[in-house]
Structure formats: C-alpha cells, structure tokens
T-cell receptor, first 116, second 113 residues
Framework: SAVISQKPSRDICQRGTSLTIQCQVD?????MFWYRQQPGQSLTLIAT?????????ESGFVIDKFPISRPNLTFSTLTVSNMSPEDSSIYLC?????????????FGPGTRLLVL | GENVEQHPSTLSVQEGDSAVIKCTYS??????FPWYKQELGKRPQLIID?????GEKKDQRIAVTLNKTAKHFSLHITETQPEDSAVYFC????????????FGTGTRLLVSP
C-alpha cells in the first residue's frame, strides 16, 4: 500500500472563500482520485486526476468549483472555491496501489471542512 | 448510470454472531469489488476485495462471495467482535472511458459485547 497524507486535516472557513487541500503520496502513482463524503453519507467521486492531463470530473462537479492540480506523480491539490455551507464535508484523496493491482485504491486521512 | 445498492443500512449483532452485508451492482462489465471499513472519524480502509475470476475469497474471519450472474456480492464476518463495529462500504469498479469505483450507501454494523 501507499502512505498518503492530506493537509489540512480540518478547517473552518467563511462562505465565499476558497480552500486548497493537498494530497501527498510516498510513491509515484498514475491515478489519483478526489472524493467527497457528506456527513453520514457514502463516498462520491469528484474527479480523477492523472499527471500531465486535465482532471476528469464526474457529473455534478465542475472545474470552476473544484479546480484540481496534478503537477507530478506524488502530489495533487483540490480547491473548493467560493464555498457555501453545503460544501461542508470530508474531502478524501485516494490513489491506486503503486505496487499491485491498479484497481486497488487507498485513501488519505481526509480533510474535514466546515463552512460557516 | 452505474449503481451499487447495499443492504442493510444498519445491522446489530451480538459478539460472536455472524454478520452478512449484501450489495448488488448494475454494470455487468464490472470486474473488481472491494470492501472498505470506516471507523468513526477515520479514513475508509480496504479490508478485502474480489475479482470476477473467482467466486469467493477469505481472509481469517472475513469472506466475500461474488455471483456475477445475479450481479451481487456479499461480505461475511464470522465470530464478530466489538472492534468490528464500523461503517462498511462495498464498491464496484466500472469502466466509462476509464475505471472508477462506485460505492454503496454503507452499512453501520454494531457489535454488542
């Protein structure tokens, strides 16, 4: 498996502001994923980020709201823009297994976001 | 679109009993099915997975079965312990240009001592 870290671990933000979440992996991986987990809910994929190409967004998520960067094979950022209280969620990055089956995904510890 | 249904939403058992969680999926091309355990305030952790070329996989007290014809798969936990209490998510890999996981709605398992 991979060692995955996220920053910040939690934050409280004012509506209308933006927050950038960082995801760092200790191994080079091709595929990185960003999920949202609303309180008491399941995991919803926001977008897939491959190094060297534009992120691919799922239905209901747009680049203007959730811009993603993927500058290299160990790092990605997700920005939550122009936040509203409805954006209060846990945001998780995940990566494919760098040493095994590419389908296997491991999750970072998550960023708990509260928007006031 | 792709859909994964999971039942039950909550499950309460006594320590030592068995627990079974069931999922169905809609994409017949799905070939990878992981299960994640999420304890309160923690990240989802992969506990077991199965690929479509096998019908069953076991790891100590945990087993997963897959019926591709019926498009359903199940998680079986035997000899449950209080530390098994958590939310469990099933998922199915779907291919829509590239591969992605679609998650079930989750099952909250409570194991009482």
């Amino acid at each position: 498996s991979a060692v995955i870290s996220q920053k910040p671990s939690r934050d409280i933000c004012q509506r209308g502001t933006s927050l950038t979440i960082q995801c760092q992996v200790d191994s080079q991986v091709t595929m990185m994923f960003w999920y949202r987990q609303q309180p008491g809910q399941s995991l919803t994929l926001i977008a897939t980020a491959n190094q060297g190409s534009e992120a691919t967004y799922e239905s209901g998520f747009v680049i203007d709201k959730f811009p993603i960067s993927r500058p290299n094979l160990t790092f990605s950022t997700l920005t939550v823009s122009n936040m509203s209280p409805e954006d209060s969620s846990i945001y998780l990055c995940s990566v494919e297994d760098p040493q095994g089956w590419e389908e296997t995904q491991y999750f970072g510890p998550g960023t708990r976001l509260l928007v006031l | 679109g792709e859909n994964v249904e999971q039942h039950p939403s909550t499950l309460s058992v006594q320590e030592g009993d068995s627990a079974v969680i069931k999922c169905t999926y809609s994409d017949s091309a799905s070939n990878y099915f992981p299960w994640y355990k999420q304890e309160l305030g923690k990240r989802p952790q992969l506990i077991i997975d199965i690929r479509s070329n096998v019908g069953e996989k076991k790891d100590q007290r945990i087993a997963v079965t897959l019926n591709k014809t019926a498009k359903h798969f199940s998680l079986h936990i035997t000899e449950t312990q209080p530390e098994d209490s958590a939310v469990y998510f099933c998922a199915a890999m779907v291919s829509t240009g590239f591969q992605k996981l679609v998650f079930g709605t989750g099952t909250r398992l409570l194991v009482s001592p």
